[in-house]
């Protein structure tokens, strides 16, 4: 968990000036408050942000059936209260209430917009203040208000436990098998077929996915008009998708990203980053996704996760997106960033211990599951390399098995150096991965050496895929959106890539695909879905910005 500092807390508690105040008074109404009210209320689906002139508010935790009521934090004259759900719509479980009478301001979401537009200075200073609050709501007390129960052993647990993380939900994780955790399943009544459950103030879900878990906080697609149209919609959440996402709000795009599993793609399960630009210390892939989706709110995109699509039809003026829950979504256009899904390896029981000892990120979830245990890392690539250094750091003796002879031709030197010297590491070139045995959880693997030729079984609490990826186009052709063009191994084909003989929807215009475009007018594709993309973070973020360029220039006549 994410420790809040002291300069957090000065951030997160910023006074304003009186011209501040002025200014941003400017966007609400002046309401008088006495003692004992509310000002916004827990679960509230859209509560307004407060601006305290003189009095004072306590924002509480209400009282669950686990957890007495406490205060979270105190807000007194000069100061603003509201945090990121004020920017991603999601209901938090706190209370506002007056403890002192007074007057403040209230701005309602469409005042709030307007400031975050209009005004850079308050813009700014009120999103260093909400990220500093979220990251304070997640180290303290504010995490009790989602409780997420199971087992570390159950892939169904984990997969919730990385959606609550990826979208920056504070919460706190109870283990069933710990004494905290079988007391809350005594006094809830909580059976093994409930698992994973998630407790909140106002109920309990059973049995929950991550799905049930973002309906239940209001971050699921909600249309925004009886028939909403949209500038720009774009399908995945990866880096391309993000920046793309970034980039249309940025300039003025009414935008909108869906993303059918958690936001962040595969750059989310990268423990480390060290090769972007402008970050010499590198950051984690989740702090990468989590600045992105701030930066793309800020500018207005609505990002809405899982939220899966069941088809896109090109046949009208608009291009229309079907969603899994009956939903519809029309747009001017679309840039297609699904990435691609995770390769396994061709071993029988390989889907069994899926999340329940295989893992394809290594973040600190899975991390601190593995503790100082013995685990594989099976690739020969950075993110193998990164994964492998992060786990030793945490006291895991680790193995990594890789195909090739030299982990170089594939690695950067710089981190199979820093591999060659840790003490709890050990790389096994030509072997692979044969065989897998445990339980409920993985407890061994087998290994082939394929220099020696020979094969044994090693302890291995966690086994770390990183293997590559294939496209995620299935969506395509399972929803019969087969007018899209595909190459031979499952990528969209863009622009320069398309065969003569497919672009004849352009003729009418009177040009060609523009960079990054489908075969179909105003349908772009970036990132690893795209044939020829780079396969780096850093090339799929220059793609999703440059497509909105592309963007502009296609919908100019619609």
């Not at 997420?148 to 052993?153: E, P, Q, R």
């Not at 919460?171 to 409930?194: F, K, M, P, Q, Y």
């Not at 059918?260 to 989310?268: E, Y």
Request: proline share 4%.
């Amino acid at each position: 968990m994410t420790e809040f500092t002291s300069a957090d807390a000065g951030a997160a508690h910023p006074i304003l000036s009186l011209a501040h105040m002025s200014r941003l008074a400017a966007y609400g109404e002046l309401a008088s408050v006495t003692a004992g009210e509310s000002v916004f209320g827990s679960g509230d689906t859209s509560p307004d942000l407060i601006l305290v002139h003189d009095g004072a508010v306590d924002v509480v935790q209400p009282a669950t059936m686990l957890v007495e009521e406490s205060i979270v934090d105190s807000f007194g004259p000069g100061e603003f209260i509201g945090e990121l759900n004020l920017l991603t719509g999601q209901r938090i479980f706190l209370q506002g209430r007056v403890t002192k009478d007074g007057t403040v301001t209230r701005i309602d979401a469409a005042g709030f917009r307007k400031v975050m537009a209009d005004d850079p200075e308050l813009s700014d200073l009120m999103l260093r203040a909400f990220i500093s609050r979220r990251l304070f709501l997640k180290g303290g007390q504010g995490a009790r208000g989602v409780e997420i129960v199971g087992s570390a052993l159950d892939a169904r647990a984990l997969r919730l436990r990385t959606y609550a993380a990826r979208q920056r939900i504070a919460h706190s994780w109870i283990d069933i098998e710990s004494a905290e955790g079988a007391a809350v399943a005594r006094e809830l009544d909580l059976g093994a077929t409930d698992l994973p459950a998630v407790l909140a103030p106002d109920g309990t879900l059973r049995n929950a996915t991550p799905g049930d878990l973002a309906v239940h906080l209001g971050l699921t697609y909600r249309p925004r008009a009886e028939a909403e149209i949209v500038d720009l919609a774009v399908i995945g959440g990866g880096p391309s998708g993000l920046a793309a996402a970034v980039y249309g709000a940025s300039e003025g795009l009414d935008t909108v990203l869906l993303e059918a599993v958690s936001l962040g793609g595969q750059a989310a399960a990268s423990s480390r980053i060290e090769n972007y630009l402008g970050f010499p210390s590198g950051l984690s892939g989740e702090e990468l996704t989590a600045r992105a989706m701030v930066q793309a709110e800020k500018f207005g995109a609505h990002l809405y996760s899982p939220c899966e699509i069941r088809a896109l039809s090109t046949s009208g003026p608009l291009l229309e997106l079907a969603l899994e829950n009956g939903a519809t979504i029309r747009a001017r256009a679309v840039i297609v960033a699904t990435g691609a899904r995770y390769r396994s390896l061709p071993i029988t029981n390989w889907a069994e211990f899926e999340g329940a000892g295989i893992y394809y990120a290594a973040t600190e979830i899975e991390a601190r599951d593995c503790g100082q245990s013995s685990v594989t890392v099976i690739g020969g690539a950075n993110s193998s390399g990164q994964a492998a250094l992060h786990l030793a750091s945490r006291g895991a003796a680790v193995t990594i098995a890789a195909r090739r002879a030299d982990l170089r031709e594939t690695m950067s030197s710089y981190l199979v150096d820093r591999l060659e010297a840790h003490p709890l590491v050990e790389i096994r070139t030509r072997t692979e991965v044969v065989g897998l045995s445990g339980g409920r959880h993985l407890e061994r693997v087998t290994l082939t050496d394929h220099t020696s030729g020979l094969t044994w079984s090693q302890d291995c609490r966690g086994l770390f895929c990183f293997i590559g990826a294939e496209p995620a186009t299935g969506w395509l052709r399972d929803s019969g959106s087969y007018e899209l063009l595909l190459s031979s191994d499952g990528f969209l084909l863009t622009d320069t890539d398309l065969p003569p003989s497919a672009v004849g929807a352009f003729d009418s215009l009177g040009r060609s695909p523009l960079p990054y475009e489908t075969n179909l007018p105003r349908v772009f594709a970036v990132g690893d879905v795209r044939q020829g993309s780079m396969k780096r973070v850093t090339g799929a973020v220059g793609e999703g910005a440059s497509a909105v360029r592309s963007v502009h220039a296609a919908i100019a006549d619609y």
